[in-house]
Structures are given as structure tokens and as C-alpha cells.
């Protein structure tokens, strides 16, 4: 995909394998040759099921996770984690925010001491009066007025919104180039999670922050993110524009995840029912009809979607799907993108146009 800019952090064909049973060979297959840009000032949406590997994907990205092969580039150049002094420039020019704001803020420092650790360990700060102004100003970004209501607060006495928002102060106190959020609005009342989205738009136009969102929400993804990849079992499937994903998508497993998302902007959740599904799939089919996610520990041969794709076809089983471009800005890897026309193993004819 072609941007203006070059991207701040890149992930280039990242493998990350878990030995699971050495005795036995048995390795957990997270992650398998995922890449990734992250641009200034651009969102990109991760999104898929729940293990299917974006977690891990972040924490390789913010070098909490060494890739087992591939690498992580930063500013263009190799990124590296190893030793005291690496390791605090790394987190320097990257953050990442975690899912439960309540286990990520230890329960027994203020507010206060819970901001100064990190503008002490990386922030110039001159003297005391320099402190304070640097911490009122953290928490302002973040909406968090006033500042003296908060800054003698212990975790258990804010919100779980309130947290999360000195999560995001936390991280931005180092003044990084790029923020990872993992599933960041997950456990917050539904009626907080826009205001933490809205605020986590207003930083990144502000401070030119390249971001990473990762979400099993890809309807409440496309109004957020510039790009969406979408994540199966360790591997990114499509790519797009948010716009394209969302509306033009291209793999089976995007539009499952689409039919299984009550966005309102797609009519048939608005009449309170499903119209239909996939094009040569059976109308009242049952999302549960495609069973569960494959074991990592022994993943499906050549795609690891067939066993639950209702378009699948023989050679799906025994051939790797190729990278195919669907526009200039969005890909997918699918066979059925190459030759169309031709039937699907259950009996289906595939020629079609890839809407939802």
C-alpha cells in the first residue's frame, strides 16, 4: 500500500512460534509471516476472533514478544529490546495501552506516582515546579479536569473509563511516536467507549501519533481506522482501507465477521433479521454451522479458513492461498479472487461479485 510517509514502525513477515512440548516437537503456530505498516498520524485496525494472534501481534511489535523469525523495524532501521538501555528507548518512541486498565495500574500508587515514574525515567524534567506542570498537563490531554481531583487518586477510586484514561496518560508521557491498543475499550461500559475513542482520535490528529487498534469489533472498527487487517488464525487475510474492508470485503472471513456484527449502517440488522449470508451459501444459514478456530498447535494445511469456509474448495486444503490485489489500496488472500467461475467444493458456483 502506497503512502506518502514512511511508516514509523513496520512488522516485516513476523513468525512467533510457542513451544508447547518439546519432548514432542509440539510448537503453537501464533503467528505466520504478518506484516504490517504503522504510519504518523494513521490508525490501523487489527481485527479477528478472539486467539487468533493480535495479542501477540502487539506485544511482538512492542518487543515484549521476540519473533521467532522476520523483524520489527523502527524508523526504518532494526528495532531491538535487549538490554536496560534498549529497552527504555524503545519504550521511548513506543507505547502500548492493555485491555484491563485496572490490572495494568498497580493498586497501591497514586495517580501521582504512577505518572512521574515514567517523565522521571524519560522526560527532562528540571525540578519540582516542572514535575507538577508536566503532570496537570498529562492528565488534561486525556480530559481528565481538574487535575488536582485525580492526581491523589488510588486505581480503585476512578472509574473504569477514569483508568483507562490514566492508562493513556501513562503511555503518553514519554511522548512516543506510536500507541498500541490492545482491545483498550473492551471492558468499559458501552457508553464510555466512544468518549475514549473520540479521545484517542483527537491525540492521534494532535500529536501526529501513528496507531495500531486492535478489536474483535470490525463494524465499530471502520469508524475509528483508517486501514483494517483482518486477522485468522496467526495470519492477516485482507487488508484494506476501512471503507473497502467494511464494505467491499473480499475474504469469507471478513464477511462471516461482518454478518456477525449488528452494524446499523447494514439494513437487514436494521429490519431485525439476516437477509442473507455469503453469495452461495444457504440464506438461513447459522453462524455456528462453521465450527470453531483450528488448533494452533496443528493448524489446517494450505488455507487455514477451509475447514470452516463455505466456499471452500479441494486445492483450499492442500494450496496456501495467494496475496491477491483487489484495488490499488486493498488485497486479500483468497483463491477465489483468481478463478471465480469455478465450483466450490460443496457443489456452489463462485461466480460473483465479493459484497457483502
Known sequence: MSDEQAPVLEAVDVTVHYPVHRARGEIVHALENASLRLHPGRTVALVGESGSGKSTFARTLALAQEPTSGRVLLGGEPASARGRRA????????QMVLQDPFGSLNPLHRVRYLLERPLRLHGAVTDREDLERRLRALLERV????????????????????????????ALAVEPEVLLGDELVTMLDVSIRLEILNLLAALRDEEHLAMLYITHDIAGARYFADEIAVMYAGEI??????EDVTQTPAHPYTRLLLDSTPDPDRMEFL???????LDGM???AAEDDYGEPPDLVHPPTGCRFHPRCPLARPSCSS??????????RHWAACVLLLDPDE?????HTTTREMTP
Open 282 to 284: 444457504a440464506p438461513d
Open 319 to 328: 494450496e496456501a492461498p495467494p496475496r491477491v490485489d483487489v484495488t490499488e
Open 343 to 347: 465450483d466450490d467444493a460443496h457443489g
Open 87 to 94: 529497552r527504555r528507548a524503545y519504550a521511548g518512541r513506543v
Open 237 to 242: 487475510v485482507e487488508y484494506g482501507t476501512a
Open 143 to 170: 480530559r481528565l479536569t481538574p487535575p488536582e481531583r485525580f492526581l491523589d487518586a488510588f486505581p480503585h477510586e476512578l472509574s473504569g473509563g477514569q483508568r483507562q484514561r490514566v492508562a493513556i496518560a501513562r
Open 271 to 277: 429490519a431485525g433479521r439476516r437477509t442473507g449470508g
